[in-house]
């Protein structure tokens, strides 16, 4: 799918992650690395590692005893979550900022992207195969990243997307976002992913969330944990803003998911504990 031209400069301009950030998506995506590998390559960011310290330390993680040293801090958090405050602090505001073109409020974005890297990895421990709960996790940070790019161009068809989705003339977001614009907030994402140098199973995890059955065999299973997390997420109220109102679950995921109405309540109840506990310290 070719991008429109505007979409495509856009992309090019966007700055780089860090280079700090980068190598630390890669560690997550490789099975074999260890926590030393984490805490090696955030020592290198002097304000990364000063922020984790400090979130080791705040109200929501501080178990009486100070952290002062960025190992700890890694072991206390979990390096999932360090992953994720390295992503949110290379980020800036692209994933924390308004989406006028989705009518989503600042913030709501990495809101849903929060809930939904929690949700990704409760739903990987239950595969039947190996999914990596930390791998899921960075993916669910990363998977609507498309969104922020998108939304300027969608905005230009505000009236017309309204229209549409009263009528129910599409079965899904992303399917009037093609339709509109000429091609979807997964297939922007997959383009960011190239232009950051993600490792391929996270750029495959961005593409192909909402169509999990379009991926390749051997990235299926974490590509259905992100479509069912982000279900999980919508169901949890946080979706973003108008692309939350239509959503189909691929029942694919019955392959490689041990899932039933009952598992998948409980996951919702784990996700909204997770996220009140941590909403503080990531959005301060």
């Known amino acids: 799918m070719n991008l429109p031209p505007a979409i495509e400069a856009q992309i090019r301009d966007i700055p780089m992650i860090s280079e700090v950030a980068t190598k630390l998506l890669n560690i997550v995506a490789n099975p074999k690395h260890s926590v030393k590998n984490v805490v090696t390559v955030i020592e290198q960011d002097v304000y990364l590692t000063a922020r984790i310290i400090r979130v080791a330390n705040s109200a929501a993680f501080n178990r009486g005893n100070e952290i002062t040293s960025i190992q700890r801090a890694v072991l206390h958090l979990g390096e999932s979550f360090v992953t994720g405050i390295a992503i949110k602090t290379s ?18 974005l990495w809101r849903h992207c929060l809930q939904a890297a929690f949700a990704a990895r409760e739903v990987a421990k239950l595969s039947k195969g190996r999914v990596m709960p930390d791998q899921a996790y960075t993916a669910g940070l990363l998977m609507d990243v498309g969104m922020a790019i998108m939304s300027g161009h969608i905005s230009k068809h505000s009236v017309e997307i309204i229209r549409r989705l009263d009528s129910g003339e599409h079965a899904d977001f992303t399917e009037m976002e093609r339709d509109t614009i ?35 065999e051997e990235y299926r299973p974490l590509v259905y944990a992100l479509h069912i997390a982000d279900l999980i997420a919508r169901m949890a109220g946080f979706g973003v803003g108008s692309e939350a ?11 490689y998911y041990r899932l039933d109405s009952k598992n998948i309540s409980e996951l919702m109840l784990v996700v909204m504990d997770e996220f009140s506990k941590v909403e503080r310290s990531l959005f301060s």
């Open 91 to 108: 980020t800036g505001e692209m994933l924390t900022g308004e989406l006028e073109g989705y009518d989503s409020p600042e913030g709501e």
């Open 182 to 216: 000429g091609v979807d907030h997964a297939q922007v994402g997959w383009e960011l992913a190239a232009h950051w140098t993600l490792p391929e199973s996270l750029a495959i995890g961005i593409r192909d969330h909402h169509h999990p059955s379009r991926a390749p």
């Open 245 to 255: 109102l239509q959503y189909s679950l691929d029942e694919g995921y019955l392959a």
